[in-house]
């Protein structure tokens, strides 16, 4: 029976291993080891010109500026549970898409007016300030969060070498970025990412299987790996 490893932030990976608990995997089959933590930036903006803001994570909403909490701003957001999360701080949020590239996409056709600001992390799937660059669209970028990579802990590292079935789901670029650049031999194991874009960096790295779930979100995820672990039980 493979072990699955959840490096996503801390808060997320919590989360995501008590949907495998609840979902039938037993708890020590999962580990947790986070490839980057979440590093709040003290950070200052005026607000008073904004017209509505682009939201791309839920980091983002945890990461709000006291000025934008409760402020009725229009959110452009990126999936449903963000786009609900958005309205529970005070946003008239909407989900423009599954994808940063289908916010753009809509962003690009319904054109808001006046000046939008995209709360995000030091990195970012699509700038939208230089997407947009020249366009009728006015976006500025306000980081309000680091994403800073974490060296595997010792078990981890052990655990991939010893050549056992891992199922290593992956949901962003930037967590696939810093986790397929590591030195070690990926054939045995399994990736379960969110997107085309992340499965390509698996491909690179050499992953055995790679598979992609139907749905950008954490209950396609979940989805996608429920099955593989009973095939490989099986």
Known sequence: MPQILVTRPIDQALRFAKDLENAGVKPEKILIDPILQINALDVTFDFSNVRGILITSKNALRHLPAGLIECGFPAYCVGSSTTRLACECGLVAKNMGKTAKELANALAKISPKGLLVHVRGSFTTIDFSNHFLGTELKIKNLITYHQT?????????????????VVVPLFSTRSAQSFCKMKYSWTRHTAVVISENVAEYCEKAGFGQIIVSLQPDARSMLEAIVPLMRIKID
Do not use: S, V
């Open 149 to 165: 990579e974490q060296p595997l802990k010792p078990e981890t590292q052990n655990l991939l070498q010893a050549g056992r079935d």
